[in-house]
């Protein structure tokens, strides 16, 4: 079956920092990824569509420039959070599209300390 | 814009009963509709998808069922366990979008 990876599957990092979250289809191309963050004992909120060299789609009230996105291949898409701070701690998934399913990343545990 | 609502938005049972866990959509223009678990800090495992054209999924002591012209979907779980404690999340796909979550279930089955 499809198989989506994510990398690395928790990070603790200082206020201010970037941190990188790679997201990889292992056994299929996919064109289109989301990319999720789920707040504690909520669900998952979509921030942004990142589609294989364009730009990505963010969803309202989710800042481009803070979250930086690239799909620059059919089987990596990155999410940088930039100059993280403690509110940007959170779970972050993502998803690939393959035909009409979506097959999730077991998740990033992002903690800014 | 597709809004996904699951009911209750947590249960608590006894070990052994069976339960209903419930999902509403509000467009039923949909692809397919996908049942997922997610343990506390864990990323999601897909349970059952049930395309639009069919009926119900089965997969061991789950079933899930879907009534696409009403905008509802129900998964029961048989013979529950304390080992199905989790959250329950319904997600619907109506082509080339994200999938639309609900805010889940949490279910406790307790020894």
């Not at chain 1, 707040?39 to 364009?54: C, D």
């Amino acid at each position: 079956g499809a198989v989506v990876s994510q990398h690395p599957s928790w990070v603790i990092c200082k206020s201010g920092t970037s941190v990188k979250i790679e997201c990889r289809s292992l056994d299929f191309q996919a064109t289109t990824m989301f990319w999720y963050r789920q707040f504690p004992k909520q669900s998952l909120m979509l921030m942004a569509t990142s589609n294989e060299g364009s730009k990505a789609t963010y969803e309202q009230g989710v800042e481009k420039d803070k979250f930086l996105i690239n799909h620059a291949s059919l089987t990596l898409s990155t999410l940088t959070v930039t100059s993280a701070h403690p509110e940007d701690s959170s779970f972050y998934i993502c998803s690939a599209n393959l035909i009409n399913e979506q097959y999730f990343g077991p998740g990033t545990r992002l903690t800014v300390t | 814009k597709q809004e996904v609502t699951q009911i209750p938005a947590a249960l608590s049972v006894p070990e052994g009963e069976n339960l209903v866990l419930n999902c509403s959509f509000t467009d039923s223009a949909i692809y397919n509709l996908q049942w997922f678990r997610q343990d506390p800090g864990k990323g999601l495992t897909s349970l059952l998808l049930i395309q639009s054209s069919q009926r119900e999924q089965t997969s061991g002591r789950l079933n899930a069922s879907l009534d696409k012209s009403s905008g509802r979907s129900t998964l029961y779980i048989a013979a529950s366990q304390p080992g199905d404690s989790a959250t329950y999340l319904c997600a619907v796909y109506s082509g080339n979008t994200p999938l639309v979550f609900g805010k889940g279930t949490r279910l406790s089955v307790i020894a």
